[in-house]
């Protein structure tokens, strides 16, 4: 069996893991919620008013608009945040993006040498040396 054959086994194998399937659901229920949709395009329309003012020309910018807009785009941030679907599917993302992760670092150490079936599927915690110039920052 080819690695592109096994790379579809472990794709339907995501596609049978329990959040995967809480993800599509997650998603579906987001896509369907027209108040949510509402909230989103909202959202959108703040953002690119305030994109838009901010890109002009320093002495054409008007500051209170964009003090205004940016209260604005943060309350409907709020607003997006706070719905249900939206939290349910936050959630299902979270859960979905660190199976991709756990994946990719198996991917990673197996490519780099490593055992597949010992290698970890978390990648190695960074300690500190001290140096704050070579920080990717603290935990």
Known sequence: MSVIEKARELGKAVQADARYKEYIRAKELNDG???????????NLIRQNLAMESGKAEDEIDHEKVKDLTAKMHKAYEDVMSNENMAAFTMAKQGMDKLMSE???ILTYCVEGE???????????ASCSGSCSTCGGCG
């Open 115 to 125: 055992d597949p079936e010992t290698c970890p599927s978390e990648p190695p915690q």
């Open 103 to 105: 994946i990719n670092v």
């Open 33 to 43: 919620d027209e108040e949510l949709q509402n909230l989103i395009g909202e959202f």
